[in-house]
């Protein structure tokens, strides 16, 4: 039980990484709404793991279960797509980030740079 709590601490970890990293491409410039593709697909399997981990706490779960996956292929809207990928972002943050605080100490996050 201690091993799998430690690989959920570990994917959790790195996804929330992922996140900072896309939230920091997405508002390094003014242009990078152009890479809208990459972006839709990168936020879906982001979205797709973190319901997966959060699987385990439905009320946390329940604070992003509203979100749906982004059409990559969108043309017509996608500079709206790409802002409303921004605040998602923000909202799988936020879950991921409750659910580290409530299930894992403070060593346990320390030891893994967990902010």
Do not use: C, W
């Not at 509203?66 to 043309?75: Q, V, Y």
């Not at 936020?94 to 403070?106: I, V």
């Amino acid at each position: 039980m201690e091993n799998q709590l430690a690989e959920i601490a570990k994917e959790a970890y790195v996804l929330a990484k992922q996140i900072a990293g896309m939230e920091e491409a997405m508002n390094a410039s003014k242009e990078a709404f152009r890479a809208y593709r990459s972006y839709a697909m990168n936020f879906n399997s982001i979205l797709e793991k973190t319901k997966r981990i959060l699987d385990s706490d439905k009320t946390i779960l329940s604070t992003v279960t509203h979100l749906t996956p982004r059409d990559p292929d969108e043309e017509t809207s996608y500079l709206k797509e790409f802002e409303g990928i921004k605040g998602d972002l923000a909202l799988l943050k936020a879950a991921l980030q409750s659910f580290f605080d409530f299930y894992f100490p403070k060593k346990e996050k320390e030891r893994i740079g967990f902010r």
